[in-house]
């Protein structure tokens, strides 16, 4: 069974940088086919998709966002990570991963971590 | 950017009921379109996948049809446990967007 798990602070400040890590098991990152996205909801809100990143370090950006994303991958740990840069209370939201199936299908997400921006 | 629009945005229905949700491209997305359900607290969940697949475990109860611009899901006799938002979603072109959202509430 896939299971994908974020981790990082559930809280950040004004101007820093936002950063989480999914953990993939059950599936290699590896895999052929599979990308692997960050998903974010604003409070209330609906699904925003940020971007995601191949296995070969390939990725796409949602271009709302792309000067302040950075998506990265460790195969070695079978780990994707997430950075978001110059945060303000807008990136205030739930973010989730997501294995993205032969990049048209979220099939397996992450429970979501909400991520609060407040100093 | 695919604008993703959903109608209606909420709903009430009772157990047993037929449940038809509609989902229109801003241009045509030929069949690259998923639909996600989602509980309060929870990740999205996917039950269709191209237009009118259903994907593994989900019940027989959910439908989907359309291609182009115009899509549907129905919920052919609504279960408790389908009270939820449905969110549509596109992969036709990056970026992936989504629909606002249908919130299915208990009459």
């Known amino acids: 069974q896939v299971q994908l798990q974020e981790s990082g602070p559930g809280l950040v400040k004004p101007s820093q940088t936002l950063s989480l890590t999914c953990t993939v098991s059950?599936?290699?990152?590896?895999?052929?086919?599979?990308?692997w996205s960050w998903i974010r909801q604003h409070p209330g809100k609906g699904l925003e998709w940020i971007g995601y990143?191949?296995?070969?370090?390939?990725?796409y950006y949602n271009p709302s966002l792309k000067s302040r994303v950075t998506i990265s991958v460790d195969t070695s740990k079978n780990q994707f990570s997430l950075k978001l840069s110059s945060v303000t209370a807008a990136d205030t939201a739930v973010y989730y991963c997501?294995?993205?199936?032969?990049?048209?299908?979220?099939?397996?997400w992450g429970q979501g971590t909400l991520v609060t921006v407040s100093s | 950017d695919i604008q993703m629009t959903q109608s209606p945005s909420s709903l009430s229905a009772s157990v047993g009921d037929r449940v038809t949700i509609t989902c229109r491209a801003s241009?045509?997305?030929?069949?690259?379109l998923n639909w996600y359900q989602q509980k309060p607290g929870k990740a999205p969940k996917l039950l269709i996948y191209?237009?009118?697949s259903l994907q593994s475990g989900v019940p027989s109860r959910f439908s989907g049809s359309g291609s182009g611009t115009d899509f549907t899901l129905s919920i052919s006799s609504l279960q408790p446990e389908d009270f939820a938002t449905y969110y549509c979603?596109?992969?036709?072109?990056?970026?992936?967007?989504f629909g606002q959202g249908t919130n299915v509430e208990i009459k």
């Open positions: 997501a294995r993205d199936r032969d990049g048209y299908t979220f099939d397996y």
């Open positions: 990143i191949y296995y070969s370090g390939s990725t």
């Open positions: 059950g599936d290699s990152i590896r895999s052929s086919g599979y990308y």
């Open positions: 241009q045509t997305i030929s069949s690259y």
């Open positions: 191209a237009a009118s």
């Open positions: 979603q596109q992969s036709y072109s990056t970026p992936r967007t």
